[in-house]
T-cell receptor
Framework: EPEVTQTPSHQVTQMGQEVILRCVPI?????FYWYRQILGQKVEFLVS????????KSEIFDDQFSVERPDGSNFTLKIRSTKLEDSAMYFC?????????????FGAGSRLTVL | KQEVTQIPAALSVPEGENLVLNCSFT??????LQWFRQDPGKGLTSLLL?????REQTSGRLNASLDKSSGRSTLYIAASQPGDSATYLC???????????FGTGTQLKVEL
């Protein structure tokens, strides 16, 4: 069964450092998403991406965050200058359509720990 | 703004019991309602999706229902097994099909 692949599975970084989280969505999918889950809290929407541009972003997704699809397979989330409160599990998801039948396939997540 | 709530927050049942997990949402203008399973430290596995025009969906021992007018969905698990132990999340799809709003989840433990 096709999978969404995320790397790294766990990253530890110092506050103020830049972090890039990588995702390989399912190959024929067109819509890509990042969500995050702070420990003990809800999974929260960050950003959606379609046709090489952001289609929607949440209040959380401020100027410190950016997304990119640098080639035909990878989808990245960059955090420019990490803060302690960025520590969370970050999930990438993809889907082939946006409709009532939209099933998002999620990756296993990248756990980010900011010290 | 869509708010999704799940009760109970945690549930412990003996093996073989049938159980119901509850999900409520504030904005009935949803495209669909999805149920996910999350194992500790792992990603989100989609279990069932109910489109806004549907009332229920079934997959094996799982049955999910949707009542849009009252803003409620339930996940029914029949004959629970220890392997069902996980956190179950519901999520409502709104905003032009782009955004899932998740509940806080129900942590289920099925004991031998």
């Amino acid at each position: 069964e096709p999978e969404v692949t995320q790397t790294p599975s766990h990253q530890v970084t110092q506050m103020g450092q830049e972090v890039i989280l990588r995702c390989v969505p399912i190959s024929n999918h067109l819509y890509f998403y990042w969500y995050r889950q702070i420990l003990g809290q809800k999974v929260e929407f960050l950003v959606s991406f379609y046709n090489n541009e952001i289609s929607e972003k949440s209040e959380i997704f401020d100027d410190q965050f950016s997304v990119e699809r640098p080639d035909g397979s990878n989808f990245t989330l960059k955090i420019r200058s990490t803060k302690l409160e960025d520590s969370a599990m970050y999930f990438c998801a993809s889907t082939g359509q946006t409709s009532g039948a939209n099933v998002l396939t999620f990756g296993a997540g990248s756990r980010l720990t900011v010290l | 703004k869509q708010e999704v709530t799940q009760i109970p927050a945690a549930l412990s049942v003996p093996e073989g019991e049938n159980l119901v997990l509850n999900c409520s949402f504030t904005d009935s203008a949803i495209y669909n309602l999805q149920w996910f399973r999350q194992d500790p430290g792992k990603g989100l596995t989609s279990l069932l999706l109910i489109q806004s025009s549907q009332r229920e969906q079934t997959s094996g021992r799982l049955n999910a229902s949707l009542d849009k007018s009252s803003g409620r969905s339930t996940l029914y698990i029949a004959a629970s097994q220890p392997g069902d132990s996980a956190t179950y999340l519901c999520a409502a799809l709104t905003g032009g099909g782009n955004k899932l709003t998740f509940g806080t989840g129900t942590q289920l433990k099925v004991e031998l």
